[in-house]
């Protein structure tokens, strides 16, 4: 297993255009998280799954994001008619509870809006 | 709302002397408090934790201790090598959503 994996890695995309992400937990986890990382900030908090069910939305997840997960395996998350404040780091973690309560960060999708 | 707050935003240290981060966070419900390091260009990665129930722990040359009454933790480095440069988070979580709040980060600066 190699961890948790988001495709793709850098995304530059002009204003009001869609984007979508990827992520793909590590195997058998079945909590899914998002969250958004600004410069010289932490990450926060967008929303998270359990197995499929969307259990918590932030209130920072306008209309205009959407996430899912179809399976309880990988989840997307697509951005609708961007705007140049989408610009940031888009992080997935996955966690298996109750096993453990660790969340594994993969390596991140950098969206820059222009 | 819920905040963890984290203390300094910057830290320079001179290799092999030991760092310390701190923070606090407001949420008496939290029980759960990882650290991670994040590297540039890379997602954070987790070095440590510790649960409520326990007041410290360690892991060669990193610990973390908690003080719940007072709702502070802190990550103490000792030997500081050049390779722990890089930009700490602290968070804090509660049982249930396990969502994390994360501080806002402190870069590590280690001098050869």
């Known amino acids: 297993d190699t961890g948790v994996s988001q495709n793709p890695r850098h995304k530059i995309t002009k204003r009001g255009q869609n984007v979508t992400f990827r992520c793909d937990p590590i195997?058998?986890?079945?909590?899914l998280y998002w969250y958004r990382q600004t410069l010289g900030q932490g990450p926060e908090f967008l929303t998270y799954?359990?197995?499929?069910?969307?259990?918590?939305k932030s209130r920072l997840l306008s209309d205009r994001f959407s996430a899912e997960r179809p399976k309880g395996s990988f989840s997307t998350l697509e951005i609708q008619r961007t705007e140049q404040g989408d610009s940031a780091m888009y992080l997935c973690?996955?966690?298996?509870?109750?096993?453990?309560?660790?969340?594994?960060f993969g390596q991140g999708t950098r969206l820059t809006v222009v | 709302g819920e905040n963890v707050e984290q203390h300094p935003s910057t830290l320079s240290v001179q290799e092999g002397d030991s760092a310390v981060i701190k923070c606090t966070y407001s949420?008496?419900?939290?029980?759960?408090f990882p650290w991670y390091k994040q590297e540039l260009g890379k997602g954070p990665q987790l070095i440590i934790d510790?649960?409520?129930?326990?007041g410290e722990k360690k892991d060669q040359r990193i610990a973390v201790t908690l003080n719940k009454t007072a709702k502070h933790f802190s990550l103490h480095i000792t030997e500081t090598q050049p390779e722990d440069s890089a930009v700490y988070f602290c968070?804090?979580?509660?049982?249930?959503?396990?969502?994390?709040?994360f501080g806002t980060g402190t870069r590590l600066k280690v001098l050869a």
């Open positions: 973690a996955s966690s298996h509870l109750p096993r453990n309560t660790e969340a594994f």
């Open positions: 195997s058998e986890h079945n909590r």
């Open positions: 799954f359990q197995n499929e069910a969307q259990l918590e």
């Open positions: 949420d008496s419900a939290s029980n759960y």
């Open positions: 510790i649960r409520s129930n326990v």
């Open positions: 968070a804090a979580s509660t049982s249930g959503t396990y969502k994390y709040i």
